[in-house]
Protein backbone atom coordinates (compact mmCIF):
# COMPACT_ATOMS: atom_id res chain seq x y z
CA UNK A 1 0.00 0.00 0.00
CA UNK A 2 1.71 3.60 -1.02
CA UNK A 3 2.12 6.03 1.87
CA UNK A 4 -0.79 8.42 0.15
CA UNK A 5 -3.19 5.32 0.66
CA UNK A 6 -1.57 4.69 3.77
CA UNK A 7 -2.15 8.45 5.04
CA UNK A 8 -5.92 8.49 3.84
CA UNK A 9 -7.55 5.54 5.24
CA UNK A 10 -5.26 6.82 8.89
CA UNK A 11 -6.99 10.24 8.42
CA UNK A 12 -10.33 7.85 7.61
CA UNK A 13 -10.18 6.14 10.55
CA UNK A 14 -8.91 9.17 12.89
CA UNK A 15 -12.08 11.16 11.48
CA UNK A 16 -14.35 8.32 12.27
CA UNK A 17 -13.25 8.29 15.99
CA UNK A 18 -13.57 11.75 16.06
CA UNK A 19 -17.01 11.87 14.76
CA UNK A 20 -17.48 8.86 17.74
CA UNK A 21 -16.78 10.74 20.26
CA UNK A 22 -18.22 13.58 19.62
CA UNK A 23 -21.55 12.04 18.72
CA UNK A 24 -21.43 10.51 22.02
CA UNK A 25 -20.16 13.57 23.94
CA UNK A 26 -23.04 15.41 22.53
CA UNK A 27 -25.19 12.81 23.43
CA UNK A 28 -23.76 12.64 27.51
CA UNK A 29 -24.25 16.74 27.16
CA UNK A 30 -27.88 16.69 25.72
CA UNK A 31 -28.80 13.94 27.93
CA UNK A 32 -27.50 15.57 31.36
CA UNK A 33 -29.15 18.82 29.87
CA UNK A 34 -32.34 17.11 29.78
CA UNK A 35 -32.23 15.35 33.21
CA UNK A 36 -31.23 18.89 34.84
CA UNK A 37 -34.41 20.35 33.19
CA UNK A 38 -36.65 17.61 33.74
CA UNK A 39 -35.20 17.98 37.63
CA UNK A 40 -35.50 21.70 38.09
CA UNK A 41 -38.97 21.93 35.59
CA UNK A 42 -41.17 19.11 36.75
CA UNK A 43 -43.77 17.85 33.70
CA UNK A 44 -47.21 19.83 33.80
CA UNK A 45 -48.60 16.26 34.37
CA UNK A 46 -46.34 15.45 37.77
CA UNK A 47 -48.24 18.60 39.09
CA UNK A 48 -51.63 17.60 38.65
CA UNK A 49 -52.34 13.87 37.92
CA UNK A 50 -50.36 11.84 40.12
CA UNK A 51 -47.77 10.00 41.03
CA UNK A 52 -45.50 7.26 39.61
CA UNK A 53 -46.14 3.74 41.53
CA UNK A 54 -44.12 1.21 40.72
CA UNK A 55 -43.75 0.53 36.54
CA UNK A 56 -46.25 3.16 35.82
CA UNK A 57 -47.81 6.15 35.85
CA UNK A 58 -51.15 6.25 38.32
CA UNK A 59 -53.47 9.49 38.92
CA UNK A 60 -53.42 8.43 42.92
CA UNK A 61 -55.92 11.38 43.11
CA UNK A 62 -58.43 9.93 41.04
CA UNK A 63 -60.09 7.48 43.20
CA UNK A 64 -62.82 6.29 45.79
CA UNK A 65 -63.46 5.42 49.27
CA UNK A 66 -63.59 1.75 50.15
CA UNK A 67 -64.68 0.13 53.53
CA UNK A 68 -61.18 -1.30 55.15
CA UNK A 69 -61.33 -3.24 58.32
CA UNK A 70 -58.14 -2.68 59.26
CA UNK A 71 -59.18 1.21 59.62
CA UNK A 72 -58.29 3.59 61.50
CA UNK A 73 -54.37 3.49 61.35
CA UNK A 74 -54.64 4.95 65.16
CA UNK A 75 -56.83 5.82 68.23
CA UNK A 76 -56.79 9.49 69.08
CA UNK A 77 -57.30 8.94 73.07
CA UNK A 78 -54.31 7.32 73.25
CA UNK A 79 -52.32 9.95 70.91
CA UNK A 80 -50.88 12.45 73.37
CA UNK A 81 -50.95 15.20 70.22
CA UNK A 82 -53.83 14.74 68.85
CA UNK A 83 -56.52 17.91 69.87
CA UNK A 84 -59.42 16.97 71.94
CA UNK A 85 -61.99 19.40 69.64
CA UNK A 86 -60.34 16.78 66.37
CA UNK A 87 -61.41 13.80 68.48
CA UNK A 88 -65.30 12.83 68.01
CA UNK A 89 -65.66 9.53 69.19
CA UNK A 90 -64.38 10.87 72.63
CA UNK A 91 -66.84 14.18 72.00
CA UNK A 92 -70.06 12.02 71.70
CA UNK A 93 -70.18 10.40 68.08
CA UNK A 94 -71.52 6.94 67.97
CA UNK A 95 -70.96 5.67 65.06
CA UNK A 96 -67.61 4.51 63.52
CA UNK A 97 -68.30 3.66 59.79
CA UNK A 98 -66.68 6.74 58.87
CA UNK A 99 -63.41 5.62 60.70
CA UNK A 100 -63.60 2.19 58.00
CA UNK A 101 -62.64 4.22 54.88
CA UNK A 102 -59.60 3.95 52.93
CA UNK A 103 -58.83 6.13 49.88
CA UNK A 104 -58.26 3.85 46.81
CA UNK A 105 -56.75 5.09 43.37
CA UNK A 106 -58.44 3.61 40.40
CA UNK A 107 -55.58 2.03 38.35
CA UNK A 108 -53.15 1.45 41.16
CA UNK A 109 -53.07 0.98 45.17
CA UNK A 110 -51.14 2.95 47.14
CA UNK A 111 -48.43 1.05 50.29
CA UNK A 112 -49.83 0.17 53.55
CA UNK A 113 -48.96 2.68 56.01
CA UNK A 114 -46.24 1.40 57.55
CA UNK A 115 -45.13 3.42 60.92
CA UNK A 116 -42.26 1.49 61.33
CA UNK A 117 -40.82 1.71 58.03
CA UNK A 118 -41.64 5.30 57.82
CA UNK A 119 -39.62 6.28 61.17
CA UNK A 120 -36.64 4.28 60.27
CA UNK A 121 -37.11 5.96 56.78
CA UNK A 122 -37.16 9.95 58.32
CA UNK A 123 -34.38 9.35 60.91
CA UNK A 124 -32.34 12.31 61.37
CA UNK A 125 -34.88 14.50 59.45
CA UNK A 126 -37.07 17.23 59.79
CA UNK A 127 -40.22 17.42 58.70
CA UNK A 128 -42.06 20.77 58.42
CA UNK A 129 -45.81 21.68 58.10
CA UNK A 130 -46.85 25.40 57.36
CA UNK A 131 -50.28 26.75 57.14
CA UNK A 132 -53.46 27.08 58.89
CA UNK A 133 -55.50 24.51 60.92
CA UNK A 134 -55.79 22.38 58.81
CA UNK A 135 -52.19 22.05 58.56
CA UNK A 136 -51.96 21.64 62.28
CA UNK A 137 -54.66 18.44 61.68
CA UNK A 138 -52.42 17.20 58.94
CA UNK A 139 -49.53 17.59 61.64
CA UNK A 140 -51.06 15.43 64.71
CA UNK A 141 -52.25 13.14 62.29
CA UNK A 142 -49.22 12.31 60.65
CA UNK A 143 -47.51 12.33 64.45
CA UNK A 144 -50.64 9.99 65.73
CA UNK A 145 -49.63 7.70 62.48
CA UNK A 146 -46.08 7.47 63.32
CA UNK A 147 -46.92 7.07 67.13
CA UNK A 148 -48.81 3.86 66.79
CA UNK A 149 -45.74 2.47 65.70
CA UNK A 150 -43.43 3.71 68.82
CA UNK A 151 -42.11 1.19 71.08
CA UNK A 152 -41.55 3.67 74.06
CA UNK A 153 -44.06 6.75 74.02
CA UNK A 154 -42.05 8.77 76.77
CA UNK A 155 -39.37 9.66 73.71
CA UNK A 156 -41.58 11.31 72.51
CA UNK A 157 -42.38 14.91 73.30
CA UNK A 158 -43.55 18.92 72.38
CA UNK A 159 -40.03 20.40 72.14
CA UNK A 160 -41.32 23.79 74.01
CA UNK A 161 -43.37 21.74 76.65
CA UNK A 162 -46.69 23.35 74.72
CA UNK A 163 -50.22 22.28 74.91
CA UNK A 164 -51.63 21.59 71.32
CA UNK A 165 -53.63 24.07 70.63
CA UNK A 166 -54.48 26.40 68.10
CA UNK A 167 -53.14 29.72 69.37
CA UNK A 168 -49.40 28.73 69.06
CA UNK A 169 -47.74 29.72 66.33
CA UNK A 170 -44.86 27.10 66.61
CA UNK A 171 -45.32 23.30 67.73
CA UNK A 172 -42.64 20.88 67.38
CA UNK A 173 -42.69 17.02 68.43
CA UNK A 174 -39.44 15.23 68.78
CA UNK A 175 -39.25 11.73 68.20
CA UNK A 176 -36.45 10.86 70.10
CA UNK A 177 -34.97 7.88 69.30
CA UNK A 178 -35.33 8.40 65.57
CA UNK A 179 -33.74 11.87 66.23
CA UNK A 180 -36.61 13.15 64.43
CA UNK A 181 -38.44 16.76 64.58
CA UNK A 182 -41.79 16.83 62.90
CA UNK A 183 -42.94 20.72 63.56
CA UNK A 184 -45.97 23.07 62.58
CA UNK A 185 -45.51 26.88 61.75
CA UNK A 186 -48.99 28.51 62.08
CA UNK A 187 -48.79 31.13 59.35
CA UNK A 188 -52.40 31.42 57.69
CA UNK A 189 -51.74 33.72 54.66
CA UNK A 190 -48.33 32.75 54.20
CA UNK A 191 -47.58 36.36 53.85
CA UNK A 192 -46.77 39.03 56.54
CA UNK A 193 -49.65 40.34 58.87
CA UNK A 194 -49.00 43.77 59.74
CA UNK A 195 -50.53 47.01 61.45
CA UNK A 196 -52.14 49.50 59.50
CA UNK A 197 -50.64 53.05 58.07
CA UNK A 198 -50.96 55.44 60.63
CA UNK A 199 -52.74 58.15 58.12
CA UNK A 200 -54.84 54.85 56.42
CA UNK A 201 -58.90 55.15 56.62
CA UNK A 202 -60.51 53.81 60.01
CA UNK A 203 -62.22 51.03 58.35
CA UNK A 204 -58.43 49.50 58.00
CA UNK A 205 -57.22 47.78 60.97
CA UNK A 206 -54.94 45.06 60.25
CA UNK A 207 -52.93 44.61 56.58
CA UNK A 208 -51.55 41.92 54.49
CA UNK A 209 -48.51 42.48 52.88
CA UNK A 210 -48.61 40.64 49.86
CA UNK A 211 -45.37 41.31 48.37
CA UNK A 212 -43.33 39.87 51.86
CA UNK A 213 -43.34 36.62 52.73
CA UNK A 214 -44.17 35.85 56.62
CA UNK A 215 -41.56 36.87 58.98
CA UNK A 216 -40.78 33.48 60.66
CA UNK A 217 -40.11 32.05 57.18
CA UNK A 218 -36.54 32.07 58.01
CA UNK A 219 -37.65 28.73 60.93
CA UNK A 220 -39.16 27.19 57.73
CA UNK A 221 -35.42 26.46 55.73
CA UNK A 222 -33.69 24.02 56.63
CA UNK A 223 -35.83 20.99 56.24
CA UNK A 224 -35.74 17.80 55.01
CA UNK A 225 -39.98 17.69 54.05
CA UNK A 226 -41.85 20.60 54.25
CA UNK A 227 -45.46 20.98 52.80
CA UNK A 228 -47.47 24.23 52.87
CA UNK A 229 -51.20 24.64 52.30
CA UNK A 230 -53.25 28.05 52.57
CA UNK A 231 -57.09 29.06 51.18
CA UNK A 232 -59.52 28.73 54.13
CA UNK A 233 -58.87 32.78 55.72
CA UNK A 234 -59.15 34.01 52.07
CA UNK A 235 -62.08 34.81 53.18
CA UNK A 236 -64.55 38.08 52.94
CA UNK A 237 -65.84 37.42 56.51
CA UNK A 238 -61.51 36.64 57.67
CA UNK A 239 -60.58 39.85 55.82
CA UNK A 240 -62.60 42.93 54.78
CA UNK A 241 -65.25 42.25 57.71
CA UNK A 242 -62.79 42.42 60.41
CA UNK A 243 -60.76 45.23 58.81
CA UNK A 244 -58.09 43.20 57.20
CA UNK A 245 -57.04 45.25 53.78
CA UNK A 246 -54.15 44.41 51.45
CA UNK A 247 -51.19 46.50 50.93
CA UNK A 248 -48.10 46.21 48.55
CA UNK A 249 -45.01 48.32 47.56
CA UNK A 250 -45.48 50.23 50.87
CA UNK A 251 -49.32 51.30 49.61
CA UNK A 252 -52.69 49.96 50.70
CA UNK A 253 -55.21 48.02 48.04
CA UNK A 254 -58.22 48.95 49.01
CA UNK A 255 -60.00 47.81 45.99
CA UNK A 256 -58.07 44.73 45.16
CA UNK A 257 -59.98 41.15 44.79
CA UNK A 258 -59.50 38.55 46.85
CA UNK A 259 -58.67 36.09 44.62
CA UNK A 260 -56.37 38.78 42.70
CA UNK A 261 -54.73 39.01 46.35
CA UNK A 262 -54.11 35.28 46.83
CA UNK A 263 -52.18 34.91 43.09
CA UNK A 264 -49.70 38.06 44.54
CA UNK A 265 -49.17 36.31 48.13
CA UNK A 266 -48.68 33.21 46.11
CA UNK A 267 -46.36 34.66 43.78
CA UNK A 268 -44.47 35.99 47.00
CA UNK A 269 -44.23 32.42 48.45
CA UNK A 270 -43.10 31.13 45.24
CA UNK A 271 -40.06 33.72 45.03
CA UNK A 272 -39.51 32.41 48.15
CA UNK A 273 -38.99 28.85 48.05
CA UNK A 274 -36.95 29.69 44.77
CA UNK A 275 -34.47 32.09 46.29
CA UNK A 276 -34.46 30.58 49.91
CA UNK A 277 -34.78 26.96 49.45
CA UNK A 278 -32.54 24.30 48.95
CA UNK A 279 -34.02 22.20 46.89
CA UNK A 280 -31.37 19.52 46.71
CA UNK A 281 -32.02 18.80 49.98
CA UNK A 282 -35.88 19.83 50.59
CA UNK A 283 -39.06 18.12 49.11
CA UNK A 284 -41.29 20.83 48.86
CA UNK A 285 -45.30 20.32 48.80
CA UNK A 286 -48.27 22.92 48.55
CA UNK A 287 -51.04 20.78 49.15
CA UNK A 288 -54.67 21.89 47.60
CA UNK A 289 -57.62 23.54 49.23
CA UNK A 290 -59.72 21.40 51.61
CA UNK A 291 -63.79 21.13 51.05
CA UNK A 292 -65.97 21.96 53.56
CA UNK A 293 -69.79 20.84 53.51
CA UNK A 294 -71.65 23.83 54.95
CA UNK A 295 -75.62 23.87 53.83
CA UNK A 296 -77.93 26.39 53.86
CA UNK A 297 -78.41 29.78 53.04
CA UNK A 298 -77.39 30.82 57.07
CA UNK A 299 -74.49 27.85 57.00
CA UNK A 300 -75.82 27.06 60.06
CA UNK A 301 -76.07 22.96 58.83
CA UNK A 302 -73.64 20.31 57.59
CA UNK A 303 -74.48 18.78 54.08
CA UNK A 304 -73.99 15.75 54.99
CA UNK A 305 -74.95 13.07 51.94
CA UNK A 306 -72.80 10.22 49.98
CA UNK A 307 -72.68 12.54 47.13
CA UNK A 308 -69.95 15.02 46.32
CA UNK A 309 -70.47 18.30 47.52
CA UNK A 310 -68.29 21.05 44.77
CA UNK A 311 -67.80 24.17 46.18
CA UNK A 312 -67.03 27.72 44.34
CA UNK A 313 -63.71 27.67 45.23
CA UNK A 314 -61.58 26.16 41.65
CA UNK A 315 -60.43 29.74 40.93
CA UNK A 316 -58.05 28.62 43.71
CA UNK A 317 -57.26 25.63 43.04
CA UNK A 318 -56.46 27.18 39.18
CA UNK A 319 -54.68 29.94 40.77
CA UNK A 320 -52.34 27.43 42.87
CA UNK A 321 -52.07 25.42 39.58
CA UNK A 322 -50.72 28.45 37.60
CA UNK A 323 -48.17 29.23 40.34
CA UNK A 324 -46.80 26.00 41.25
CA UNK A 325 -46.51 25.26 37.37
CA UNK A 326 -44.63 28.06 36.47
CA UNK A 327 -42.14 28.15 39.10
CA UNK A 328 -38.04 27.04 38.58
CA UNK A 329 -37.55 24.77 41.32
CA UNK A 330 -39.73 21.28 41.82
CA UNK A 331 -43.04 21.77 44.31
CA UNK A 332 -45.43 18.92 44.50
CA UNK A 333 -49.11 19.25 44.53
CA UNK A 334 -51.27 17.42 47.14
CA UNK A 335 -54.66 17.59 45.18
CA UNK A 336 -56.81 16.40 47.80
CA UNK A 337 -59.32 18.97 46.88
CA UNK A 338 -61.55 15.85 44.89
CA UNK A 339 -61.07 13.26 47.60
CA UNK A 340 -62.55 15.41 50.08
CA UNK A 341 -65.78 16.27 48.34
CA UNK A 342 -67.01 12.57 48.76
CA UNK A 343 -66.49 13.30 52.55
CA UNK A 344 -69.07 14.80 54.59
CA UNK A 345 -69.08 12.30 56.82
CA UNK A 346 -66.15 13.04 58.56
CA UNK A 347 -66.41 16.57 59.21
CA UNK A 348 -66.32 17.39 63.17
CA UNK A 349 -70.02 18.72 62.82
CA UNK A 350 -71.66 18.85 66.43
CA UNK A 351 -68.79 16.68 68.18
CA UNK A 352 -66.89 19.81 68.79
CA UNK A 353 -65.11 20.81 71.90
CA UNK A 354 -64.47 22.57 73.68
CA UNK A 355 -67.28 24.88 71.83
CA UNK A 356 -70.89 22.90 70.90
CA UNK A 357 -70.56 24.90 68.08
CA UNK A 358 -71.57 23.26 64.54
CA UNK A 359 -67.87 22.99 62.50
CA UNK A 360 -68.54 21.76 58.47
CA UNK A 361 -64.83 22.71 57.72
CA UNK A 362 -62.36 20.70 60.48
CA UNK A 363 -61.75 17.10 60.03
CA UNK A 364 -62.38 14.08 62.33
CA UNK A 365 -58.92 12.25 63.72
CA UNK A 366 -58.75 9.03 62.52
CA UNK A 367 -59.89 10.28 59.47
CA UNK A 368 -59.33 12.21 55.90
CA UNK A 369 -56.06 13.93 57.12
CA UNK A 370 -54.64 10.34 57.18
CA UNK A 371 -54.96 9.85 53.48
CA UNK A 372 -53.20 13.22 52.77
CA UNK A 373 -50.35 11.32 54.85
CA UNK A 374 -50.53 8.29 53.33
CA UNK A 375 -50.35 10.31 49.97
CA UNK A 376 -47.28 12.11 50.66
CA UNK A 377 -45.41 9.06 51.78
CA UNK A 378 -46.12 7.11 49.21
CA UNK A 379 -45.04 9.90 47.01
CA UNK A 380 -41.86 10.23 48.45
CA UNK A 381 -41.24 6.32 48.43
CA UNK A 382 -41.69 6.22 45.11
CA UNK A 383 -40.60 9.38 43.83
CA UNK A 384 -39.14 12.24 45.70
CA UNK A 385 -35.86 10.34 47.80
CA UNK A 386 -35.36 8.76 44.83
CA UNK A 387 -34.84 11.94 43.11
CA UNK A 388 -32.85 13.50 45.97
CA UNK A 389 -30.22 10.18 46.15
CA UNK A 390 -31.98 8.20 48.69
Known amino acids: MSRTRKSWVSGLVFDSIALIFFIVSSAVVIGSVIHLYLRR ?5 SLLSGFIIKKGFCDVFDGDWVFDDSYPLYNSSKCPFAERGFNCLANGRKDSG ?16 SPHNVLESVRGKRVVFVGDSMSR ?40 RYNLSVEFFRSVFLVRQGSPPKHGPRRVRAI ?56 MALHTWASWVEKIVDTNRTQV ?88 NELLFSYLFTNGWRQLGR
Open 98 to 113: YLKLRWKPRHCDLPKF
Open 41 to 45: FPCRG
Open 137 to 176: TQWESLICMLMSGVGDPGNVYEVNGSEITKTVRFLGVRFE
Open 285 to 372: FFRTYEPSHWSGSNGKGCNVSKQPSFEDKSEFGKILNDVVTNMRVPVTLLNVTSMGLFRSDAHIGTWNYPSPDLDCSHWCLPGVPDAW
Open 208 to 263: LELDKVDEISSKWVDSDILVFNSGHWWTRSKLFHVGRHFQAGGRLKLGMPINAAFR
